[in-house]
């Protein structure tokens, strides 16, 4: 009996304890499994991804125009921005207005009788519905191009849509002149700039000698790069110099080696016309998101006075004042050359070949080191233009002394006959 009540409990115990443990470790199994499907579920299904797409349509009853095809030319800049309205608008009118985040007309490509428009969009939404996106973007385009609204007629049987890598989106961006990263508009607070964002100014060089940052240049192509030409009053031995980009001038970021420095003709040492020479590189520059061209623009285009425009560089923050690590930008505006010539001010001595830029109230202007370094215009697309060379200035800020930058459509055909751009 004694034996029997002794072993009787400890068997019981025994027992209870295995079920008791089973049944957490089962519970716990699930709960873990449950935890996992519905991180996976939540991500395949809810978690939002950007998703891209390139394709294409046909605007019909266009006369052959081979300007279309050209970039930069006022044809092309008609046409893309009357359908990249048509898309923003059929987009956000849309059921999926807040997946919606952009789309371009990336290249137009003329025929007979007709104009084949490739376009890129990017939207975002969960993996499991990408599909059912992308079914909506084809039907909401098919229906913006059988509406014909306005003076274009288009054929929504053209229409092709597919999804594309980000690596490849990119690419397509990358590879177009004057396009950057969405940036923020504002401006922080080169002398009464503030710091760039990294890709912001994705065109903007650092010209070294010697190793050393002396002068700004602007990507134009694969090799060639627009830079003013009194950058090599000390030198113009291609082995003194390399180019490098980023916003960091050091140190160096993409360092490449210069081939030829190519300066105009006409210029003289210590004068101010003619202020422009072309770099050609040694190897090719591989456009990458923060590293592409800008655009250069045609001689008939014309630039306003009072037009919003930005300068950046390197340069002092202010006349003989210390130089920044990062690059700066500055947001000026352009000045009427009859105004910059006053008797106040540069008193008859600003060319038509030099355009003035800033404020006759002083302030925010380019300094020393930011000379060859850009002047760059964003037309109604947000596509960028290099229409100035920072060339020269009485100091840095003053006023009634804007700065005179070299005017870049007065030497189109020329960087054209050096470059091939």
């Known amino acids: 009996m004694f034996i029997s009540f002794i072993f009787r409990p400890v068997t019981a115990s025994r027992s209870s304890l295995s079920l008791w443990m089973i049944a957490l470790i089962v519970f716990g ?11 996976l579920i939540h991500f395949l299904a809810v978690e939002s991804k950007t998703h891209y ?32 309205t048509k898309m923003v608008d059929a987009f956000q009118s849309s059921n999926i ?25 990017i939207f975002k939404d969960s993996r499991s519905r990408k599909e059912s996106t992308r079914r909506k973007i084809e039907s909401i385009l098919q229906q913006m ?37 969405r940036m923020s508009a504002t401006y922080d607070r080169i002398k009464g700039g503030s710091t760039a964002q990294e890709g912001e100014w994705p065109w903007q060089a650092s010209l070294k000698m010697n190793g050393r940052h002396y002068c700004g240049a602007s990507l134009i192509s694969e090799r060639f ?18 180019v490098s980009f980023g916003t960091r001038v050091t140190p160096p970021n993409k360092l490449h080696y210069v081939q030829q420095i190519i300066i105009h003709e006409d210029y003289i040492k210590g004068e101010h016309h003619d ?71 540069y008193n008859g001595v600003i060319q038509d070949t030099m355009l003035c830029a ?37 100091e840095c800020g003053k006023i009634n002394k804007p700065g005179v930058y070299t005017r870049v459509t007065s030497y189109r055909n020329w960087i054209a006959s050096q470059t091939g751009v």
């Open 29 to 39: 199994v699930l709960a873990i499994l449950g935890v996992t499907i519905g991180l």
């Open 53 to 84: 797409y390139q394709g294409s349509f046909k605007v019909l009853n266009m006369p052959y125009n081979r300007n279309y095809e050209k970039e930069t030319s006022p044809e092309n800049n008609y046409l893309s921005k009357i359908l990249e």
């Open 97 to 121: 207005y807040r997946q919606y985040i952009n789309s371009q007309v990336i290249t137009l490509v003329p025929d007979n009788n007709s104009v084949t428009a490739h376009i890129w969009l």
């Open 145 to 181: 191009l059988r509406s014909n609204s306005g003076s274009l007629t288009t054929d929504p049987n053209s229409l092709s849509i597919m999804e594309i890598s980000k690596v490849n989106a990119e690419k397509i961006i990358n590879n177009r002149c004057g396009r950057r990263a």
């Open 225 to 242: 790069l627009i830079t003013a030409a009194h950058c090599f009053q000390k030198s113009n031995n291609p082995k003194n110099f390399t």
């Open 275 to 345: 202020d422009i020479a072309v770099i050609l590189l040694t190897e090719k520059v591989l456009f990458k998101k923060d590293v592409h061209r800008v655009c250069l623009p045609e001689v008939t285009q014309v630039f306003p006075p009072g037009e919003g425009v930005v300068v950046t560089g390197w340069g002092a923050l202010s006349h003989n004042g210390k130089y920044p690590l990062l690059l700066q930008k500055a947001p000026v505006k352009i000045i009427d050359t009859n105004t910059c010539n006053a008797e106040k001010a």
């Open 358 to 394: 800033g404020y006759m109230e002083g302030n925010i202007d380019a300094c020393q080191g930011d000379s060859g370094g850009p002047l760059v215009y964003p037309n109604s697309r947000d596509i960028w233009y290099l229409i100035g060379i920072v060339s020269w200035g009485d």
